[in-house]
């Protein structure tokens, strides 16, 4: 199963939602695919679909899924590194209306170059060349949340106050 994210931000990004459900119509995508579809105008002919997706359930569809693919912000795709998925990452780009600036391609970018342990996807037609590579790509590293030990420590911090 392929669960695609993206997000929650109020402007639509049908570019991605319409690439997949087209990989699914044309056959190029035989896996069962599951979208959470956020504010898209697009609605997927091919594809399961929700407009939203509670955080417990996101978080066993990324565990449950073969290959993730999440938009540009950082909670999503390092969501997915957490379910121990090497993420297919496609940042949302102004020129397209996906978001108020590029700020998310600059992120992807950074994070490809200094960490890796993502794919990512500026053009939607290497797609489904990046699932494959998604799925053949060691993780590396374990990655490992440090967000419980912040939250403790920011417990003792107010605490202390």
Not at 80 to 86: D, E, H, L, N, S
Not at 102 to 124: C, K, S
Request: proline fraction near 5%.
């Amino acid at each position: 199963m392929i669960f695609v994210t993206v997000g929650t931000h109020e402007q639509p990004f049908d570019r991605l939602v319409k690439a997949i459900d087209e990989l699914v119509a044309d056959g190029k995508l035989e896996d069962e695919v599951f979208i959470q579809a956020g504010y898209c105008t697009y609605e997927p002919k091919h594809c399961e679909w929700v407009r939203f997706v509670p955080t417990l359930e996101m978080r066993e569809r990324m565990e449950a899924a073969d290959a993730v693919v999440t938009h540009g912000g950082p909670s999503s795709f390092i969501e997915a590194m957490a379910a121990g998925k090497v993420p297919i990452v496609v940042p949302r780009r102004v020129e397209y209306g996906e978001h108020v600036n590029n700020h998310q391609v600059e992120f992807v970018r950074l994070v490809a170059g200094r960490q890796g342990g993502i794919v990512p996807v500026y053009e939607m037609d290497t797609l489904h060349s990046a699932l494959d590579k998604a799925r053949h790509t060691p993780q590396g590293s374990a990655f490992q949340s440090h967000n419980l030990e912040f939250c403790a420590r920011l417990r003792e911090l107010i605490t202390s106050i």
